[in-house]
């Protein structure tokens, strides 16, 4: 008996967090695409505003810090806001440290109503702020999500 319970309660419990995480229908962010866009420009440098971004190091793909992104995007889209601090006053940093990362810097680019990994990027490059956390050499991992069009990525370092 207990053979036959194990599987499904796995299949349940994956069943039950992909729900979760994919609640609004749309495709997961495309992390490979994602991860290879933010490194190429952060291999290049590039202009945020009137500075110039020296090239930064490449990132890693931390999926802790996806998971806190998420759950920043569907708060975002559950409760129709569009804010980096939630309604009960918490900010990106305590978002990473609950999703188990214990960070020393951290950043976060939000952005509403793009379709797609690249249209999100170029709206990022094109503000001055998120671009300078884009290339922020400080940082050493990212994760990104997204609820309908509400989208989050998380940057921090060990």
């Excluded at 994956?14 to 490979?32: A, I, L, Q, R, Y």
């Excluded at 933010?38 to 090239?55: I, M, S």
Aim: hydrophobic share 35%.
């Amino acid at each position: 008996m207990k053979r036959i319970l194990f599987p499904y309660l796995a299949a349940l419990l994956f069943f039950s967090f992909s729900t979760e995480k994919n609640m609004t229908g749309n495709p997961p962010v495309n992390k490979v695409l994602m991860l290879r866009m933010v490194n190429e420009l952060r291999a290049k440098g590039c202009h945020c505003g009137d500075a110039y971004q020296a090239p930064a190091p490449p990132l890693v793909w931390s999926d802790k810090l996806e998971q806190a992104a998420q759950l920043h995007s569907n708060d975002m889209l559950k409760k129709n806001y569009f804010s980096h601090i939630e309604a009960d006053g918490s900010n990106a940093g305590q978002r990473i440290e609950n999703a188990g990362y214990k960070w020393k810097a951290y950043g976060e680019n939000i952005g509403m109503g793009y379709t797609d990994e690249k249209q999100v990027l170029d709206g990022w490059i094109k503000s001055t702020e998120h671009c300078k956390n884009l290339m922020n050499k400080k940082y050493t991992e990212m994760g990104v999500a997204r609820a309908g069009t509400y989208w989050t990525q998380d940057f921090a370092s060990r």
